[in-house]
Structures are given as structure tokens and as C-alpha cells.
């Protein structure tokens, strides 16, 4: 099917009332969650997800899909304003981002970012459309050893390329791997590590472990500190860039999306690296550095096309090969498979009104995000105004409900609590919960692959080796674990993002 | 900070990981193995327990260099919210829907000092309201309003 025949299709699907009304919900929600800091988009998608059981799978993913994206949007919001980042994608756009609303420029911030973010966004949705099929068809001639290799790159990756230790992230994606082999192994049907208690035996629930590791566990380390919440009052009429601003924003925003929608393609990387990468990059190229962090209209605009580049992008490893890019997609994937939808290369053709509406329906949501956030500001900067006193009582009474209702489970809402205190503990001590939900999700796939690929070669393990594709993803695996060994590579890089 | 006797904060979750991964391979020796053809249940999981134990001993070594872990574990907001959190799953078979939401939010409201009484209630009705009109009205999940 080509890109016009595709996309016609994509707007029958993508442009019914139904549609619309569950894209409008899914942005929405996705800003408001994105503007409130403290919890992110993951936690947003897990606390939606029993909601959308309900609905048609079509309907149910543009929602999901549009939380996840509408966050991405938000999230810069509170970075301007308060200089307290909404999600963890958008801590760069802190560092330009608050400097200008110091300067009574955050009208302008927050107008230029919403552009770049459009921008950012638009550019990743039409790789998308041209790429994902594309590689959808090429990997239709992947065996068990390349899949196995590829999530082996994208497990390495998440641990390795998170902004804390490397072995602490290795350790995260392990222990995620051993979560996933809680329950029955489809192979033999033997039990594991049930403990003798019979909710054990189907495995542990994805989002009761995502709501404790990213909700309960966050609002633990926020509830009780006294925060000072005064976002000044931003006008319509200060919102408006002067022409110098726009002429230098341009190229970062065109420079950011490149580089965004790059590291959303890779497996493993996610937006908060790629915003991280477009902010350094954008300060390297500039001809006066020094302006950074000063209120840099470069460094706000370069970071959020990143950011929302790369989120878009990450579609394309998820929806063709089934491989999420971080552990957000991750959770979109499991949600994905929950409602019987599995990506492989073959959802492009079996599924092609699913994805193509799907694709559709983001540009849909980029435009309604477009339209909401510009003439609404006003109310965007009120939601930063709700105390968080009576916030966290609700948000924790929606994981609760949320959790149960998923199989009707109060084993499932006691899963909860044990990893709240395990994502708590993981936050103290550094290391990122993020690894291991993605370690957890790709767990029985990994296996999976792993058995049946070592049982066609005969017990071969060069099987691995043998087979180009695979071997360059194992090369790539091999360079990311050896750039661990030599401390003084990850040292200095991180040294400078800290500098930056 | 460096100190010279290490952070033994960090090199104690380091061992609890070695621990961790020693007692799944122990767990998994009860599973058949198989062999690397044919891969039994306990195969994999011994693989993962090895080298969570190898990863852990060297998150330990690497702790002894690494600053101070500030474990602000503060006793309120942990009190509250998981406190919250057990009385709604223990009640909310038993005397339904509406009182273990009521519960949920005045108890899990005390993790902040600042709420009033007022607040608490206002918020335990508005939330009681668009939870039993969004899950039980709207989804229809199986929970009784009042009683099991």
C-alpha cells in the first residue's frame, strides 16, 4: 500500500466522530497530566488503561497514543514556569525555559515551545508513515536470532543510556527480566516462582507493577513537602515572539526534530535522552554558547522538537518489530497486546485500517494540541494552582480503582504496594525503575526467542553470529557494554550534560 | 563525598541484588534445566540469577567510591498512603464501594499536614461521587455501593 492510498484510508478511520472524541479525551488528559509535575505519562497510560478495556481497540489506542504524546506537550508547561520539569522529558527545557520567565518573556517560551513541539512532532509522524512499513516488510524475513538480538540492544540500551550508573540500570532490566518469569512458562507449563500463591500463577499484572513503580512510589517521595506553587499570569497578548525570536528558532527546531526522531527510531532511547542530546548539540553548533542557560531561545526550541520527534518515532520500532523504545512505549505496547493487538511486521498489512487510522489520528491530536494550548494558556497555567493536598488523595484513589478493575483483583492492588516500596527504594539508592518495567514487558518475548532460536540451530550458539542482522545488533550490544568498561568515556559525556 | 571506608548504604543494595539473584537460581533448581537444544522452565531464570549476582557484585564495588545515599525516608506520607491504600482493598469486598473510598481519602489526606477537615470531606464526597458514576455507573465494574 503507498503513502496516499495510506493515508486515505487513515482518515476514514481517523476522522469519525467516535475517533475524534476519544483523541480530543486522550490529549486532554495527556496535557493536564503532562502540566501537573510529578506524574508522568507512564503513570497517566497505566491509570487510563482499565478504562479503555471497554472500548473498541481502535478507539482505546488513539486514546492511549494521545495521553502518551499530549503529555509531551504539557510537560514543558510547569519546566517554564516553575522550573519544576512535568515530565522527565522536559527537565532541559528548564534551563533556558525558566530564565526567560524570570525575564517576563514566559508568554513567548510557552508559544514558541508549543510551535517547535508541533514541528517536532509533525516531522517524526511523516517517518512514520514512510519508514515503519518499510521495515515492517524487511522484517518479515527475521528469524528468533534477530529479534533476540535486537531486544537484547534495546534492554542494553534502556540500562546503559538512562542519565544514572550503567550497572545499576543493568541490574534494573535483570531484576525486570526475572519479574517476567513469574508464572506459568508456555513452553513446558510449569509453574515459577508462584511461592505456593495461586495469583502468582498467571504472573505479576503490568499495571499494577507500572502504577507502583511510577505512581505510588512517586507520590511517596512528593506528599508532604511544602512546595511554592505561584505560576505568574501569563496574557494572550504576551504569547506573540518578535520576529528575531522566531528567525533564531527555526533552525534548532529543524536541527532538534532530526535528532529526536534519530534517537525515537533507536530501541532503548527514549525522549528524555533525546532532548538531553539536542540541547547539548544545539549549544555545541552555537556561535555564542554562553547565551545558554540565560534564557537561550535555542534551548528551549531545539529540546522540545526533540523530545516530541522522538516520542512519535519510537512508533516506528514499536508498531513494526513489537519493540518499544521506553519503557512509556512499553506500557502503550503491553496495552496494545491487551486489547489482542500484537505488532509484528505484518500488522502493516493484516491491520492496515488499525495502523494507518492510528498514524492519522496523531496528526488529528498534534492539531488539537496545537488549538488547545495556544488560546487556553490561561488554564493550562491554573491547573499548576491545584494544591497538591488534594491532588494525591485523588490520583491515589484513581490507581486503586483503576488497578482493581483491571481483573477485578485485590491481589492485584496489594501488588501495588509492594512495588511502590520497591520503586521507592529503587529511587533512593539510583537505580531507574524505567529498565526494569521495560525488562519485565520484553521478558517472556526474549525467552521466547531465545529457546526456539538455540532449538533450530541445534544448539548452536554461534546461530547468534552467523546471521548478518543479527550480529550487527549483537556488535552494537557489545560496543554499548564496552563503553561501560572504560569508565572515562560515560564519565566525561555525563560530566558535560551535567555542565550543559 | 569520598570517604576512604566507602558508603556501605550502596554496597549493601549491591550484596541484596547478589542475594536476590542466588535465591532465584536456588528457587529454579527445582525446575527441570534442560539442556542449551532444549531449553527446560529453569534454564533461563538460572541464566538471569547469574548475572544479576555478577551485576550486583559490581554494583557493590562501585558503591564503596560512591557519595552518601540520602534516605529521607519520612515517616508520614509512608504511613498514609500505603495505610490508604491496605484499609480500601481490606474493605471495599466487605462493606463496599462507597465507605472504603470515604477511607481511602481521609486517611490517605493526613500524608499532608496542611489539609483541613474540610477539604478531606469535600474531597472524600467529590471523589466517592465520580468514582461510583465513572466505574461502577459507567464500566460496571462488580462492586456493591454499600455492603459486599
Known amino acids: 500500500m503507498d503513502l496516499f492510498s495510506g493515508i486515505a484510508l487513515g482518515l476514514d478511520v481517523a476522522i469519525t466522530s467516535e475517533a475524534l472524541l476519544f483523541c480530543l479525551i486522550g490529549v486532554s488528559v495527556g496535557m493536564f497530566i503532562g502540566v501537573l509535575p510529578g506524574i508522568g505519562p507512564l503513570a497517566a497510560v497505566a491509570m487510563t488503561l482499565p478504562i479503555t478495556y471497554h472500548l473498541e481497540p481502535m478507539s482505546a489506542l488513539i486514546m492511549l497514543a494521545g495521553i502518551f504524546y499530549g503529555a509531551q506537550y504539557g510537560g514543558s508547561t510547569a519546566s517554564i514556569l516553575l522550573n519544576l520539569p512535568g515530565t522527565s522529558t522536559t527537565a532541559v527545557t528548564a534551563l533556558d525555559g525558566y530564565p526567560m520567565t524570570k525575564q517576563g518573556r514566559a508568554g513567548v517560551a510557552l508559544f514558541i515551545t508549543t510551535i517547535t513541539s508541533f514541528t517536532g512532532g509533525c516531522f517524526a509522524i511523516i517517518l512514520v508513515m514512510s519508514f515503519a512499513p518499510a521495515l515492517g516488510q524487511m522484517a518479515l524475513k527475521f528469524s528468533s536470532a534477530e529479534y533476540f538480538s535486537i531486544m537484547l540492544l534495546g534492554l542494553v540500551a534502556a540500562a546503559t543510556m538512562s542519565l544514572g550508573s550503567p550497572s545499576k540500570g543493568m541490574i534494573a532490566v535483570i531484576a525486570g527480566l526475572l519479574l517476567s518469569t513469574v508464572g506459568m512458562d508456555p513452553t513446558s507449563g510449569t509453574i515459577r516462582y508462584s511461592f505456593g500463591v495461586l495469583e502468582l500463577q498467571d504472573g505479576l499484572n503490568l499495571v499494577a507493577m507500572a502504577m507502583g513503580l511510577f505512581g505510588v512510589a512517586e507520590l511517596l517521595k512528593n506528599a508532604d513537602k511544602p512546595r511554592e506553587l505561584t505560576p505568574q499570569k501569563v496574557r494572550l497578548r504576551e504569547l506573540i515572539p518578535t520576529r528575531k525570536d522566531l528567525r533564531e528558532c527555526w533552525k534548532p527546531t529543524v536541527r532538534g526534530s532530526f535528532v529526536g526522531s534519530f534517537i525515537g527510531i533507536l530501541p532503548g532511547a527514549g525522549p528524555t535522552l533525546a532532548a538531553f542530546l539536542a540541547y547539548a548539540f544545539e549549544k555545541r553548533v552555537s556561535k555564542r554558547p554562553e547565551r545558554f542557560g540565560r534564557g537561550a531561545i535555542e534551548g528551549i526550541s531545539a529540546p522540545e522538537a526533540a523530545n516530541n520527534a522522538s516520542t512519535q518515532a519510537a512508533f516506528i520500532p514499536t508498531l513494526a518489530l513489537g519493540i518499544p523504545g521506553d519503557a512509556g512505549m512499553a506500557v502503550l505496547l503491553g496495552a496494545m497486546m491487551m486489547h489482542g493487538i500484537t505488532p509484528r511486521p505484518e500488522f502493516f498489512t493484516t491491520n492496515a485500517d488499525l495502523f494507518w487510522g492510528l498514524v492519522v489520528s496523531f496528526w488529528v491530536g498534534n492539531l488539537m494540541l496545537l488549538v488547545l494550548n495556544i488560546p487556553l494558556i490561561g488554564l493550562w497555567v491554573r491547573i499548576l494552582t491545584v494544591p497538591q493536598r488534594l491532588l494525591f488523595p485523588a490520583i491515589l484513589f484513581f490507581i486503586c480503582i483503576g488497578v482493581y478493575s483491571v481483573s477485578n483483583s485485590p491481589f492485584d492492588v496489594m501488588t501495588v504496594i509492594v512495588f511502590g516500596i520497591v520503586g521507592y527504594l529503587m529511587n533512593a539508592y539510583g537505580y531507574p525503575p524505567a529498565p526494569m518495567l521495560m525488562g519485565f514487558i520484553l521478558g517472556p518475548m526474549l525467552e521466547q526467542h531465545f529457546r526456539r532460536a538455540l532449538l533450530f540451530s541445534r544448539g548452536d550458539i554461534m546461530t547468534f553470529v552467523e546471521r548478518p542482522i543479527s550480529a550487527v545488533f549483537l556488535a552494537l550490544t557489545l560496543a554499548l557494554v564496552a563503553s561501560l568498561a572504560i569508565p572515562g568515556f560515560f564519565a566525561r559525556r555525563r560530566a558535560r550534560l551535567a555542565e550543559d | ?148
Open chain 2, 1 to 148: 563525598m569520598k570517604r576512604p571506608g566507602g558508603n556501605r548504604q550502596e554496597v549493601a543494595a549491591g550484596l541484596a541484588w547478589v542475594a536476590i539473584g542466588l535465591g532465584a537460581i536456588v528457587i529454579a533448581g527445582n525446575y527441570a534445566f534442560g539442556s542449551i537444544t532444549r531449553m527446560g522452565p529453569g534454564f533461563v531464570p538460572i541464566l538471569l540469577g547469574l548475572l544479576l549476582m555478577v551485576f550486583g557484585a559490581i554494583g557493590a564495588w562501585q558503591g564503596r567510591r560512591a557519595p552518601e545515599v540520602s534516605l529521607d525516608l519520612r515517616w508520614r506520607p509512608f504511613v498514609f498512603i500505603m495505610g490508604g491504600i491496605v484499609v480500601w482493598v481490606l474493605l471495599v469486598d466487605e462493606v463496599g464501594f462507597v465507605p472504603s473510598t470515604v477511607a481511602l481519602v481521609v486517611i490517605s489526606a493526613q500524608a499532608e499536614r496542611e489539609i483541613t477537615w474540610l477539604e478531606t470531606l469535600l474531597l472524600a464526597a467529590g471523589m466517592t461521587l465520580v468514582g461510583y458514576l465513572i466505574f461502577i455507573r459507567g464500566i460496571g465494574i462488580p462492586i456493591a455501593a454499600f455492603g459486599s
